[in-house]
């Protein structure tokens, strides 16, 4: 290419090139990178890390995407150029090689590498300047195809899902409840905090009850897929981010699936895991297998539960809170002061399975609570085997889920269970024991518990 058409070029570039802004560091392999490592369960900032970005700019991501990844993970066809080539071009651009030479030596159709001089050029500088990073930048921008949100662009359909959703709840007699005024804070609601009063229909809820109500406009029909990316992603112009608190979980990110299968405790591994207790604990006809738990009250609060699953006999673990609960200076790495830590409650399991003869002390199951984390200590201490529930499965301790639904007739929830003494635990532990239970022919725990020993 001549010196003169090579000017001539420059100058037609400059008039039909605009520049759009900055461009953006990260280029699509990136953010493919970073998508790949959430859906891997890796954290925020351990897949910025692993891209190499910083972790404001991977928490950002994952913010404005609302947990979702906003572009395809698919590979790019070959059909497109690569950054690669484009840094090749750029080389022998700055090189003043011709076009057609380009061509030949990057393996491209002449027409494609003049149509990406003139497309992706940068004009920033007030010169046509050729770079593989911007001009990554540019075919990126180019290559997105924002559609419309069906909820933006139908305010009926929008104003149906908002007020299913987010509307006010009504007393009896029509009239309005606001109920507690709650701060949206940009994050998941406190465990203990006021939640929006609202009729919080749920998305699947309002997407089926459109075709109820209106049975014969197409126009009225929104996925519950929809609703939700119109909530969790920013900028889709449909409903306000706030509105998150309106669902029942209240999560105002969405969370990959993989992330929370990875949550599992450290400490549980798989030949402790309820899936390898003997048999003979599910028949109930060996005694000595046992299933604990924690109460929890007011501040922390807790009470040790633990129930022989043959003789339904129950055992209170008194669990009274550390010196300097309550301050507000904490020890770094120090154990939990409100008295249900790992050792506290490995020692009083401990004390309280002592007491019972050898026969009884087989084995016990427990959730996976970080209470049990010195469940290896507790086993060389007592001789019990330890096993673990599955995750979210409260039924696989089925005698003392009912037990604690018992005590809470003394120890209701929203109670400071810290004001209970050594002795009124006993009592209420000789109350349960002496009651008569239909589950094992109206004899009590004491004496079914009696007759075995007595067997024995």
Known sequence: MGAGKRELAIRALRGQMWSPGRPSIARREDRVRFWRAIARGASTEDAAVEVGISVPVGSRWFRHAGGMPPIALAPISGRYLSFDEREEIAILFAQEHGVREIARQVGRSPSTISRELRRNASTRSHQVRYRATTAQWHAERRASRPKVARLAANPALRDYVQDRL?????????????????RFIGRRHGRRAD????????PEQISHRLRVDFPDDASMRVSH??????????????LKRELVTCLRTGRALRVPRARTAGRGKTFVTPEILISERPAEVADRAVPGHWEGDLIIGLNGSSIGTLVERT??????????????????????????????????????IADAIGTMPEQLRRSLTWDQGAELAQHVQLRID???????????????????????????????????????????????????????????????????????????
């Open 225 to 238: 897929e929809a609703i939700y990316q119109a909530l969790y992603v920013q900028g889709r112009g449909a």
């Open 311 to 348: 003789t339904r006999f129950t055992l209170l673990l008194h669990l009274p809170p550390m010196e300097g609960h309550g301050s507000r200076v904490r020890l770094k790495n120090g154990p939990a002061t409100a008295g249900h830590g790992a050792e506290a409650v490995r020692d009083a």
């Open 166 to 182: 987010a509307g006010m709840i009504e007393r009896p007699d029509g009239s309005h409840l606001a109920g507690p005024t709650v």
């Open 382 to 456: 007592t001789g019990v085997e330890i096993y673990f529930c599955d995750p979210h499965s409260p039924w696989q301790r089925g005698s003392n889920e009912n037990t604690n639904g018992l005590l809470r007739q003394y120890f209701p929830k929203g109670t400071d269970l810290a004001r209970h003494s050594r002795a009124d635990l006993d009592a209420v532990a000789l109350a349960l024991n002496t009651r008569p239970r239909k589950t094992l022919v109206w004899k009590t725990p004491a004496e079914a518990l009696e007759e075995l020993l007595h067997s024995a």
């Open 195 to 202: 939640r929006r009063w609202a009729r919080a229909w749920s």
